[in-house]
């Protein structure tokens, strides 16, 4: 009996902290939802594939300049033990942003011809315009930085509530450009937000500790370094991953139409970005909670597996919801122009569904303190993705581009699932196991209906389908969990 409470408990809490977490990234992606819609109405597909090709250069650009510091560093200062040593550890960050932004900031401006010759190779124009991105990746580093303080201080509530005035600022400082300026304001607009959001981190880091630098100090560069060289594999991990980002636009462009891209990034941002509320929680909550008990096999394999269980209870009803109303959500959301990412939205829905399971799981190595293991492992899936994603679109056009997102979360599933098993022992127990087999059934059937029966059996069946879905995922959260009873309680509904 007092296992079953134990169980009930984490669960409880894991559940709280998903729904605290996914309660202030509903509202930044409710804002997302009204600026991706007016900008759909100003700049169009193209519009949208500009915007894709400038975030994918400025994200890389600090991926590879940024010394794993807003990972590293959370950890570094979470350790110190007083006020004094947090202040100038703090110094330290700051120090190292400061230098990070300026080399980000001159490799956006000196790379300029090579990156954006990738994009735009008989534009000479065009492709200068890439090094107009150096403000954005100065302005990513720093912070990076800012953000990285408020985790390391555990305060969970400045980073909620930056979060959200961040979310409200991009959707002010962005839309005026669009409505204005058409495709010239996407630079402007895109460098403005994001400066903003560097300075609103600031108003919020410094009244806790006043902005202090030594950008000429060996001193801070030595105290520093340590930091940076537990970082390194996660660079490495992050210029990967945003390579791939940046090197997929880039084929689509060359090999389909800057039409198809904009409708990419239409429907990546539709299935993946919104549905991905769900994992708001992991690095803040299910992390720690994982490394604390890295050292116990069975705690370690009990706690993976209820981040799995309430991650599959919560998407999967979701998920089944977004691809029967895809065709309402994408016009309200967007403009009928979009109207081709549906097929591939619906394609990318088990990329999102198997997600929930190997997200969990791939916590494991950096739990355990082995950084190259997944360095190892974000490499080979970011190689394999890219792989399978451009082959399926050259194949079957759009829906193949979102069935190549499955494929490759398949793939990323099958590579971790047997890699990790074998070294650490992690095992799916059966529950867990069966109520994934359900809910993946359920989904698989929404998403033939919703490719291929018409109109009125699509709504008719995916609704029927929706509401198994959510009988099974509400039977079990009832089950298995206080919180129900306790929201129903409160409802006056018991």
């Known amino acids: 009996m007092n296992e079953v409470r134990q169980s009930e408990t984490a669960l409880d809490h894991v559940l709280k902290y998903t729904g605290i977490f996914g309660g202030v990234q509903g509202l930044m992606i409710l804002m997302s939802i009204v600026r991706n819609k007016l900008a759909s109405h100003f700049l169009g597909p193209v519009g949208f594939a500009m915007i894709a090709i400038y975030q994918s250069v400025a994200e890389f650009v600090n991926s590879t300049t940024n010394c794993g510091i807003p990972f590293s560093s959370v950890r570094e200062l979470a350790e110190r033990s007083s006020d004094s040593e947090d202040a100038q550890f703090i110094a330290v960050i700051r120090t190292w942003c400061l230098w990070t932004a300026a080399v980000g900031a001159l490799l956006c401006v000196a790379g300029a011809p090579l990156l954006g010759g990738w994009f735009f190779p008989e534009d000479d124009v065009n492709r200068w315009t890439i090094a107009l991105l150096a403000p954005m990746v100065a302005a990513l580093s720093v912070t990076g930085g800012e953000i990285s303080i408020l985790k390391g201080l555990r305060r969970v509530k400045r980073v909620a509530s930056v979060s959200a005035v961040g979310a409200l600022s991009t959707f002010c400082l962005t839309v005026p450009f669009f409505w204005g300026m058409g495709m010239q304001g996407i630079l402007l607009a895109l460098n403005c937000s994001t400066v903003a959001i560097t300075a609103i981190h600031l108003a919020f880091t410094i009244p806790l500790y006043p902005y202090r630098v030594r950008p000429f100090s060996v001193a801070v560069f030595h105290q520093g370094w340590d930091m940076v060289r537990i970082g390194l594999p996660y660079v490495l991990a992050a210029i990967a991953g945003s390579g791939v980002a940046m ?32 994992f708001t929680a992991f690095e803040a909550d299910y992390f720690p909670r994982l490394s604390s008990v890295n050292r116990d096999r069975e705690l370690r394999n009990q706690t993976i597996n209820q981040q799995i269980r309430i991650c599959v209870l919560l998407i999967a009803p979701l998920l089944i919801a977004m691809i029967v109303g895809m065709p309402v959500i994408v016009r309200l959301l967007t403009t009928e122009e979009f109207l081709p990412a549906v097929p591939m939205a619906i394609c990318a829905s088990f990329y999102m569904f198997l997600r929930a399971i190997t997200t969990p799981i791939g916590y494991t190595a950096l739990a355990c303190g082995e950084s190259r293991l997944f360095l190892l492992m974000e490499i080979i899936y970011d190689v394999v993705s890219l792989g399978l994603i451009f082959f399926c679109y050259k194949a079957w056009g759009l829906a193949g581009a979102g069935t190549g997102l499955s494929l490759s979360a398949l793939f990323d599933l099958l590579l971790i699932g047997f890699t990790y098993g074998h070294r650490y022992g992690f095992r799916l127990n059966p529950s867990t196991s069966f109520l994934a087999f359900q809910q993946a059934l359920l989904l698989g059937v929404a998403v033939f209906v919703c490719l291929y029966l018409t109109s009125w059996w699509r709504w008719l069946l995916g609704l029927l389908l929706l509401a198994v879905s959510l009988r099974r995922s509400y039977v079990i959260l009832v089950a298995e969990t206080t919180i129900i009873a306790k929201i129903r309680r409160r409802l006056k509904l018991h």
Not at 248 to 263: F, I, R, S, V
């Open 247 to 278: 090197a997929l636009p880039a084929l689509m462009k060359k090999y389909g139409t800057m039409e198809d891209l904009g409708h990419y990034r239409a429907a990546y941002g539709l299935m993946v970005t919104y549905a991905g509320i769900v």
